[in-house]
């Protein structure tokens, strides 16, 4: 598959983003939201932040405190053999599982959707009891004049899925949670198909470590119904652990064109794509047999969880596939992948 990528990635670094207090450090900027308003490229980043311990034998866990109103600093000794520190993304206490970092969300502005302005200040932070270990991964659809955009947010409630909107990424109304535990990944569909909107989910099955795609559809954004299974994990292809979504969708001629990411029995993160029938999108069309992107540069290879392209958004233009991506869950990269060469990739299920 023949993939640009930009001569300037990262394009955006951890180094490039100020921490939101002087004893957090940035320890990942990745998994961007993606849209344009009027000339300019918006990204909407999740910047990962990390607290520095004054003791090197102490692992600090940044925690939102709703009573509070405020992020609070939880200790955790290395010496104390109920604590787990093996997966460098979690720690495990006394059963009881907490995040070595915690994300908001921060706005980037571009002209030439390179070189991007970043805003000191988060759009979106922790602010409820849903939201207390952080925001994640946001996806933006442009919906009848109104950008949404939604989240995952994280708490020892689960993982859920929130909404937002914004008229001009300056202000936020937040609608609350519209997926509830266990359930990520969700893309709006960017118009209503035979009146109704629909959305792309991820609901995960504990029992049987199931992590695959269904459709809902929704009469007004908020209540979602009438869920369909859609697509799942397939032995033996590079999509055989877990799948979700990644962009929105869009339009091609042959229907709506959903980028997608899967991960393999190496835990390695890949995007693919699936193509759904125009009026009837719970009607797969087609599905890549192999990835359409795959990590491959050192930046996508080695990093905070190496090994991983992970895209929440990308604009199709010119007919070419313009994905801004998360590499190894470190930094935000650019690459264009032509129309075709995606297109040459499905085939029927």
């Not at 607290?51 to 709703?66: E, N, Q, T």
């Not at 795609?213 to 369909?228: K, T």
Request: glycine residues 6%; aromatic residues 12%; hydrophobic residues 40%.
């Amino acid at each position: 598959m023949s993939v640009f990528r930009s001569p300037s990635n990262p394009i955006i670094e951890p180094k490039d983003v100020r921490p939101s207090r002087e004893d957090f450090k940035v320890i990942g900027v990745f998994n961007a939201g993606v849209t344009r308003l009027k000339d300019e490229v918006i990204l909407l980043l999740r910047v990962a932040e990390k607290p520095i311990s004054p003791d090197p034998k102490v692992v600090l866990a940044a925690i939102y405190d709703v009573s509070e109103g405020n992020i609070v600093l939880k200790e955790f000794s290395e010496d104390d053999p109920e604590n787990d520190f093996s997966d460098p993304r979690l720690i495990i206490a006394h059963g009881e599982t907490y995040l070595t970092s915690i994300s908001h969300l921060k706005l980037a502005r571009s002209r030439n959707g390179i070189d991007f302005e970043i805003e000191e200040t988060p759009a979106l932070a922790p602010a409820n009891e849903y939201e207390t270990f952080g925001i994640e991964d946001p996806r933006i659809s442009l919906i009848e004049g109104t950008y949404y955009v939604n989240y995952v947010a994280v708490s020892p409630l689960g993982v859920t899925t929130r909404l937002a909107s914004t008229e001009d990424f300056k202000s936020f109304q937040r609608h609350g949670v519209i997926f509830c535990p266990e359930n990520k990944d969700v893309v709006l569909f960017p118009e209503r198909v035979a009146g109704k909107y629909y959305a792309i989910h991820r609901p995960a099955s504990p029992l049987f470590q199931r992590n695959e795609i269904w459709l809902a559809e929704s009469p007004d954004l908020h209540c979602w119904g009438n869920h369909r299974y859609l697509m799942g994990l397939r032995a033996g292809f590079w999509d055989e652990m877990k799948i979700g979504a990644s962009a929105v969708p869009f339009q091609i001629d042959r229907g709506w064109l959903e980028v997608y990411h899967g991960v393999d029995q190496e835990n390695r993160y890949c995007l693919g794509a699936v193509l759904l029938d125009a009026h009837q999108p719970w009607k797969v069309i087609a599905r890549s047999d192999r990835p359409i992107f795959e990590p491959q540069a050192d930046y996508e290879r080695e990093g905070f969880f190496g090994n991983v392209v992970f895209s929440c958004g990308l604009l199709f233009e010119d007919d070419k596939l313009k994905i801004y991506y998360g590499a190894a869950d470190t930094s935000i990269c650019y690459a264009e992948l032509d129309l075709d060469d995606a297109i040459g990739s499905l085939n029927p299920p």
